[in-house]
């Protein structure tokens, strides 16, 4: 079994930084990509931002200068630094993970999600 937690979502004022970290645990064998999601209320969820094991990177056309993803393979945890952050930013952020365990092989895995509310 697998689990992923986020931390760190919370109100903003536009402008501002957060920082999110998503921390995978449990029997994992290896993690290939980690991402990071957000879904706005009435939109459909869009992926914000990618790491690959080998630290690739990819980001939505709308976070690219202003947030960074990371990834510490020792901890098993993935990064999402959101700086400028404004108010088309709000969402519900949502990990992913994609994890190979020898009970059941390769599946993606999802943390619950953590609110992120930019707000003056």
């Known amino acids: 079994q697998v689990q992923v937690v986020e931390s760190g979502g919370g109100l903003v004022q536009p402008g501002g930084s957060l920082r999110l970290s998503c921390a995978a645990s449990?029997?994992?064998?290896?993690?290939?990509?980690m991402g990071w999601y957000r879904q706005a209320p009435g939109k459909q969820r869009e992926l914000v931002a990618a790491?690959?094991?080998?630290?690739?990177?990819n980001y939505v056309d709308s976070v690219k200068g202003r947030f960074t993803i990371s990834r510490d393979n020792a901890k098993n945890t993935v990064y999402l630094q959101m700086n400028s952050l404004k108010p088309e930013d709000t969402a519900v952020y949502y990990c992913?993970?994609?994890?190979?365990?020898?009970?059941?092989?390769?599946?993606?895995?999802w943390g619950q999600g953590t609110q992120v509310t930019v707000s003056s």
């Open positions: 790491i690959t094991s080998s630290d690739g990177t």
């Open positions: 449990g029997s994992i064998f290896r993690i290939y990509t």
């Open positions: 992913t993970a994609d994890v190979h365990t020898l009970a059941i092989g390769r599946h993606q895995y």
